[in-house]
């Protein structure tokens, strides 16, 4: 276990547990999402470079629907709250800048897919949110990432990715996170509501071991029915969960976080088996803003994200990409 990784493991635990000052209200729907992410809409010119796309749908119970082990655990975590338990299945799609050469340079990001199941526990106060998640997968082509990208190619009438060949070979994928968003109300401007989402994101396992900080800064009316819009993690997100606390609620927000990286699969492959790989860049950074509307049980929301090279050596600036996500109560 190597320095970073007993860093975060002590910051784990030491994540304060700080108590409910008002029990939220319990909520009887499950929630569903699907969401995608993709950098076609935004990078330009190539489409497809670094981290092409990420899909999820996901599932969240209603609140108390949690099995007694699980529950005992969070009541031990996070001194109160409500309880949910949440599943989700996601896919994302990674590939070098140049795409055109069978054989990708060496000094580029690898290709490589990963397909990964989320158990999650939550637990929400007045707040905060608490996230306990379990990710189990695969990084490798049973990911099925050049299936989809070149079948969805073959449908847009675009020509096929060369190099997938070269991709990270199969290897199982395991992820244990923890995270802590607070909401803090900073006041109303003009009759609107304003406040500030910080949080602290944990990730240890054979996939990536990083820390996350950031923060959000929302503008808006009915603020208190979610902790922000959701991402594919990494990167700051609040979540499927939202209680809309009026018949029409909408924000528009602006977050920043950064993120010290100690092991990325994606970029390094594993450690005793070899692949492709490239020299990481440990400190990274993103910006994001957009827009969430909940109405009629539902929630659209969309974030523009731009961050930081991942990697020695990347080129373009910026990798920019879209997320969208469309959440439903039943």
Do not use: C, K
Not at 88 to 109: C, E, F, K, N
């Amino acid at each position: 276990m190597n320095f970073r990784t007993i860093t975060a493991l002590v910051a784990v635990l030491a994540i304060p547990s700080i108590a409910a000052r008002a029990q939220q209200a319990a909520d009887p729907s499950s929630i569903w999402t699907i969401q995608d992410e993709n950098a076609s809409v935004l990078a330009g010119n190539p489409p497809d470079r670094l981290y092409v796309n990420g899909l999820r749908l996901g599932w969240t119970s209603p609140t108390g629907h949690v099995p007694d082990f699980l529950a005992n655990l969070g009541r031990a975590l996070w001194d109160g709250g409500q309880q949910r338990v949440g599943f989700d299945l996601t896919q994302q799609i990674y590939t070098p800048i140049g795409t055109t050469a069978s054989v990708p340079s060496p000094y580029d990001r690898p290709y490589a897919g990963v397909l990964l199941g989320n158990f999650s526990l939550m637990s929400d106060t007045e707040d905060t949110r608490s996230v306990l998640s379990l990710s189990l997968g695969v990084v490798g082509p049973a990911a099925g990432a050049e299936t989809v990208q070149n079948g969805f190619h073959d449908i847009i009438g675009q020509a096929h990715i060369n190099g997938w060949g070269s991709q990270i070979q199969n290897t199982p994928a395991v992820e244990i996170l923890h995270e802590r968003t607070w909401r803090l109300p900073i006041g109303t401007v003009a009759g609107l509501e304003t406040d500030a989402l910080p949080s602290l994101t944990i990730g240890l396992g054979d996939l990536r071991d990083y820390i996350q900080t950031g923060v959000t800064f929302r503008f808006g009316q009915g603020l208190a029915s979610d902790f922000g819009v959701p991402r594919v993690r990494p990167g700051l997100s609040g979540g499927d969960v939202f209680m809309p606390t009026r018949p029409f609620a909408w924000y528009i927000f602006a977050g920043v976080d950064g993120q010290a990286v100690g092991y990325d699969l994606l970029l390094q492959s594993h450690p005793f088996r070899g692949g492709p790989h490239v020299s990481t860049i440990w400190d990274v950074a993103e910006m994001q803003g957009g827009f969430a509307v909940m109405a009629y049980g539902m929630r659209l929301t969309f974030a523009y994200v731009a961050q930081t090279p991942e990697f020695n050596g990347q080129s373009g600036g910026m990798h920019q990409f879209g997320s969208a996500a469309l959440s439903f109560r039943f």
